[in-house]
């Protein structure tokens, strides 16, 4: 997985309005917490472009008034009208310890399904998974190679090693569904066969 590097100051004053006055200055109040102790600090809100607007999921090499900290965002709460970001919640790492991170679900191959007419549904983006964090890959992925009309993908069918996946077993990821054209071709094929026994 790879890493962002991220620097902050603490916060001398806590509260709505100090919050309200450092993002008008640019800057976004955050948290630091799962450590020794909860830290309050601030960050430059363009710092977080390579962070958040990104579908990779990254872990951040935290700098807070010179110390050292590595992190995952946990939270991040955006303006419900002007979709402006308003606080971000870190969650530290500590060695030894699992974390609970969504990444990316990707998926490969070409499915035979697909190629006689079908269509292909993917109904996750990202799943939740728990483990240590130098266990945990950029994405997961998985192959669509054998998959005919009809046939499904579910959590239960994805094994990643190191891994726990805490998304529902039973939940499907991927389907590999019939159009309508496919559907009428195979009512015609099916009253051909009648027809001729």
């Known amino acids: 997985m790879k890493s962002v590097s991220i620097s902050g100051s603490l916060r001398e004053n806590v509260g709505k309005k100090d919050a309200k006055a450092q993002r008008g200055q640019g800057m976004i109040p955050c ?4 450590g020794k102790e909860q830290k309050l600090f601030v960050v430059e809100e363009r710092q977080f472009q390579k962070l958040l607007y990104t579908p990779e999921v990254q872990y951040v090499e935290l700098n807070i008034d010179g110390a050292a900290y590595t992190a995952i965002v946990q939270d991040s709460q955006y303006h419900p ?19 609970t991170i969504e990444i990316p679900f990707k998926l490969t191959g070409t499915s035979p399904g697909v190629l006689k007419g079908g269509f292909l549904k993917k109904r996750v983006r990202k799943l939740k998974v728990r483990g240590l964090l130098a266990n945990v890959p950029e994405c997961i992925t998985a192959d669509i190679s054998n998959m ?34 496919v559907v009428a071709e195979e009512a015609s094929d099916e009253a051909a066969e009648g027809a001729e026994a």
């Open 81 to 99: 009208i002007t979709d402006k970001l308003l606080h971000v919640d870190f969650l530290e790492v500590v060695d030894g310890k699992p974390i």
């Open 31 to 34: 948290v630091i917490y799962g």
């Open 148 to 181: 005919e009309l009809n046939d499904v993908i579910k959590v239960s069918d994805i094994q990643v090693e190191n891994l726990t996946i805490v998304d529902n077993a039973n939940k499907v990821l991927a389907a590999v569904l019939p159009t309508r054209n």
